[in-house]
Nanobody
Framework: QVQLAESGGGLVQAGGSLRLSCADSGRTFSSYVMGWFRQAPGKEREFVAVVTWGGGNTYYADSAKGRFTISRDNAKNTVYLQMNSLKPEDTAIYYC?????????????????WGQGTQVTVSS
């Protein structure tokens, strides 16, 4: 059973940083590929980043490359999203997600489990 809970969202000025965390209360965290999605007002949910089971492989949406870093700590059952150089267009609800496997095309990854989301607001 995967139960995901995000934290770390908030209000930040453009150019600032935030670190999101997502904790899994289950006991099989290391068996899951973990990732982050986001949904801005009036837009569809979009892929942000994904990390494989041991943390050795990561993939980012073009909008996140060079600014965001996904990582995981399997000992703590937690996945992180470090967001730097934030822009107003990064404003969204950020969702943690999990699945047993990856996708051939990372941006087409469709996880089975989702957290409740955490709001990130970037002011200009």
């Amino acid at each position: 059973q995967v139960q995901l809970a995000e934290s770390g969202g908030g209000l930040v000025q453009a150019g600032g940083s935030l670190r999101l965390s997502c904790a899994d209360s289950g006991r099989t965290f290391s068996s899951y590929v973990m990732g982050w999605f986001r949904q801005a007002p009036g837009k569809e949910r979009e892929f942000v980043a994904v990390v494989t089971w041991g943390g050795g492989n990561t993939y980012y949406a073009d909008s996140a490359k060079g600014r965001f870093t996904i990582s995981r700590d399997n000992a703590k059952n937690t996945v992180y999203l470090q967001m730097n150089s934030l822009k107003p267009e990064d404003t969204a609800i950020y969702y943690c997600a999990a699945a047993r496997s990856t996708a051939a095309i990372p941006t087409q990854w469709r996880p089975a489990y989702w957290g409740q989301g955490t709001q990130v607001t970037v002011s200009s």
